[in-house]
Every structure is written in structure tokens, then in C-alpha cells.
T-cell receptor, first 111, second 112 residues
Framework: DAGITQSPRHKVTETGTPVTLRCHQT?????MYWYRQDPGHGLRLIHY???????DKGEVSDGYSVSRSKTEDFLLTLESATSSQTSVYFC??????????FGPGTRLTVL | GEDVEQSLFLSVREGDSSVINCTYT??????LYWYKQEPGAGLQLLTY?????DMKQDQRLTVLLNKKDKHLSLRIADTQTGDSAIYFC????????????FGGGTRLMVKP
């Protein structure tokens, strides 16, 4: 599992509330990623980080922000959750330049 | 933009070979990947192929790459019920961040 944990694993929240998802790695890898998975779309990149305080946008970044204050933690925040953000969220790390390993996922439901 | 396409569903009998196909559009792709996702789990990296190769074999898995046609396939020999899962192909450009673009996934069902 490449030492990746995600918390929480499941969350139900209401529209308009803020939500923060956490990704934690134990191996000090530089690159970390947040994806969302929706039926028929595979995984789509939300944001990624290439170091502490260094982040950039992915394909579907609107409505999301990220922070990385420590190498081991990458946080994804939905400032005001909407029903369209109901999804399964996966964190990944890049172990070698060409290999990404994924966490177990967080299932988020926005009512 | 980049696009990766896969068929949605494949059903095979246990012991047969499975072939999952994928097409991509980005000619600058450096690496092409196959991931497996079992129900309720994350994605597991199965194998990948560098773009200057046309075949890679790893135990029961064979990856074929036709770079001219931008076509990638994953063959699973002697398919078992434990192979039932969703399989995703993905492409990456191999640069420092190696952003991946995923296909929509192919659900493989293996019947006993």
C-alpha cells in the first residue's frame, strides 16, 4: 500500500458545509496527488503537490483547495460542499518518476 | 486535449484469456499503465510499459503497445475469478510530476 492512509474513509455532509480530507504518507515522497473517481470518468486529477507549500491545479480543481505544510500530509478542502462533489476521492504518491501508488480512498456524500 | 478510451465491460469464463483494450490520443505519452481496482478498494498498479517498447510480459499479464495506432492492450492468461475487477489504463508523460490521464475503466467479470 506504499504507506498511504486517508481519513476519513467515509463522510456524509450537507451542502454548503466545509470538508477537509487528509492524505498521509510515511515515506517522505515529494509528489502527492488528489483524484476524484466518478462512474464513466475514471480518475481525474484535482490538485497535486511537488513539495511543502508547492501545489498546482489539475483538470478539475474548481471548488477545491489543497495545502501541504508537511511532507507527509496533503489536505484537500471543499470550502462549501456541493452535491456535484459527491465522489470517491483518492490520494496518490509518486514513488519513482513513473510509478504512482494510491491510497484506499474516501467516499464522500454531499446531501 | 488528452483522451483515453476503454470499453466498459468484458465477460469471460474462468480459464480463458481476457484481453482488455485501450486507445489514447496523446502521442507524447512516455509511459502507459494498467491499474486494477477491486470493489471498495484503491487502485493497484499492475504493470506499465515504456513507449519505446511494444510488448511486456509479467507472469500471466502481457501488455501490447501499438504506438502507431495509439492502442494498448492487457492480456490476462488463464483468467481466474479473483481477476474480476475494474481495469484502468492510464497514460503519463514521464516528466517530474508525471500527471496521469485515466480511461473510464473496463469491468471484467469472470464466470466460473
Amino acid at each position: 500500500d506504499a504507506g498511504i492512509t486517508q481519513s476519513p474513509r467515509h463522510k456524509v455532509t450537507e451542502t454548503g458545509t466545509p470538508v477537509t480530507l487528509r492524505c498521509h504518507q510515511t515515506e517522505n515522497h515529494r509528489y502527492m496527488y488528489w483524484y476524484r473517481q466518478d462512474p464513466g470518468h475514471g480518475l481525474r486529477l484535482i490538485h497535486y503537490s511537488y513539495g511543502v507549500k508547492d501545489t498546482d491545479k489539475g483538470e478539475v480543481s474548481d471548488g477545491y483547495s489543497v495545502s501541504r505544510s508537511k511532507t507527509e500530509d496533503f489536505l484537500l478542502t471543499l470550502e462549501s460542499a456541493t452535491s456535484s462533489q459527491t465522489s470517491v476521492y483518492f490520494c496518490a504518491i509518486s514513488v519513482k518518476q513513473n510509478e504512482q501508488f494510491f491510497g484506499p480512498g474516501t467516499r464522500l456524500t454531499v446531501l | 486535449g488528452e483522451d483515453v478510451e476503454q470499453s466498459l465491460f468484458l465477460s469471460v469464463r474462468e480459464g480463458d484469456s481476457s484481453v482488455i483494450n485501450c486507445t489514447y490520443t496523446d502521442s507524447s505519452s512516455t509511459y502507459l499503465y494498467w491499474y486494477k481496482q477491486e470493489p471498495g478498494a484503491g487502485l493497484q498498479l499492475l504493470t506499465y510499459i515504456f513507449s519505446n517498447m511494444d510488448m511486456k510480459q509479467d507472469q500471466r499479464l502481457t501488455v501490447l503497445l501499438n504506438k502507431k495506432d495509439k492502442h494498448l492492450s492487457l492480456r490476462i492468461a488463464d483468467t481466474q475469478t479473483g481477476d474480476s475487477a475494474i481495469y484502468f489504463c492510464a497514460e503519463g508523460n514521464g516528466d517530474a510530476g508525471n500527471m496521469l490521464t485515466f480511461g473510464g475503466g473496463t469491468r471484467l467479470m469472470v464466470k466460473p
